[in-house]
C-alpha cells in the first residue's frame, strides 16, 4: 500500500522566517496530495492540495510543489508568523482506493517570535 | 452548515465496557471516514463508508463496528474497550475528488 513519510518531525524557526516540511510517497499512481494543519485541540484542517498534473500552487503565503519523477512533494510557508505553529500533515490518495488518503506522521511547526 | 459534528468531546471508558462515538454531516457528502491519532503516529483509517449501506474497513478495524443507515450519520462503535483503543477519534468526510473536512474530535480513555 502507499507509505507517506514527513520530514523533518519537528521544525523551528524565527518569525518572518521561511518554513519547508517535504514528504515523500511510495506508489507512482497516487495523484492527489493534500495538506492539512491541527492546531491544539482541534481537527486537522485543509490548507492546500495538488494533483499529479500540476507541479506547483500557491496561495498567499504557502506554497506546495510536487516531483512526480521522485515521488515527493513540499510544503512551503512564507513570511512565517506565530499563527502557523501548528501540527501539519501530508496525505497521498490511495490508487483506487475509494477517496482514501495515506498521511505522514505529521511534523510540529513551531515559529519563535 | 455546521460541518461534521462529533459527540462526545470527552469520553472515560472502563476496560470491557462499550460505547458509541456520534458523527454526523450537513454538507450531503457521500464518502465518510473514521480515524485515529495517536502521539506521533499521524491518521489511522479505521472504517470508511462511500454512501448510505455501504461500510469498509480501514487499516486499524479491529475492536471496532460502524454503520451507515443514512448519509449524514456515521456512528463509530466500541464493545469492549480496550486500554489499546485509548486515543483520539477523527471522523470527517468528502464529496468525491473533493477535500475531507473533519470533525473536532472524540479524546477517549480506556482505563
Known amino acids: 500500500g502507499e507509505n507517506v513519510e514527513q520530514h523533518p518531525s519537528t521544525l523551528s524557526v524565527q518569525e518572518g522566517d521561511s518554513a519547508v516540511i517535504k514528504c515523500t510517497y511510495s506508489d507512482s499512481a497516487s495523484n492527489y496530495f493534500p495538506w492539512y494543519k491541527q492546531e491544539l485541540g482541534k481537527g486537522p484542517q485543509l490548507i492546500i492540495d495538488i494533483r499529479s498534473n500540476v507541479g506547483e500552487k500557491k496561495d498567499q503565503r504557502i506554497a506546495v510543489t510536487l516531483n512526480k519523477t521522485a515521488k515527493h512533494f513540499s510544503l512551503h510557508i512564507t513570511e512565517t508568523q506565530p499563527e502557523d505553529s501548528a501540527v501539519y500533515f501530508c496525505?497521498?490518495?490511495?490508487?483506487?482506493?475509494?477517496?482514501?488518503?495515506?498521511f505522514g506522521k505529521g511534523n510540529q511547526v513551531v515559529v519563535i517570535p | 452548515n455546521a460541518g461534521v459534528t462529533q459527540t462526545p468531546k470527552f469520553r472515560i471508558l472502563k476496560i470491557g465496557q462499550s460505547m458509541t462515538l456520534q458523527c454526523t454531516q450537513d454538507?450531503?457528502?457521500?464518502?465518510m471516514y473514521w480515524y485515529r491519532q495517536d502521539p506521533g503516529m499521524g491518521l489511522k483509517l479505521i472504517y470508511y463508508s462511500v454512501g448510505a449501506g455501504i461500510t469498509d474497513k480501514g487499516e486499524v478495524p479491529n475492536g471496532y463496528n460502524v454503520s451507515r443507515s443514512t448519509t449524514e450519520d456515521f456512528p463509530l462503535r466500541l464493545e469492549l474497550a480496550a486500554p489499546s483503543q485509548t486515543s483520539v477519534y477523527f471522523c470527517?468526510?468528502?464529496?468525491?475528488?473533493?477535500?475531507?473536512?473533519f470533525g473536532q474530535g472524540t479524546r477517549l480513555t480506556v482505563v
Open positions: 470527517a468526510s468528502s464529496y468525491q475528488g473533493a477535500e475531507a473536512f
Open positions: 496525505a497521498a490518495s490511495l490508487p483506487y482506493g475509494n477517496n482514501r488518503l495515506a
Open positions: 454538507m450531503n457528502h457521500n464518502y
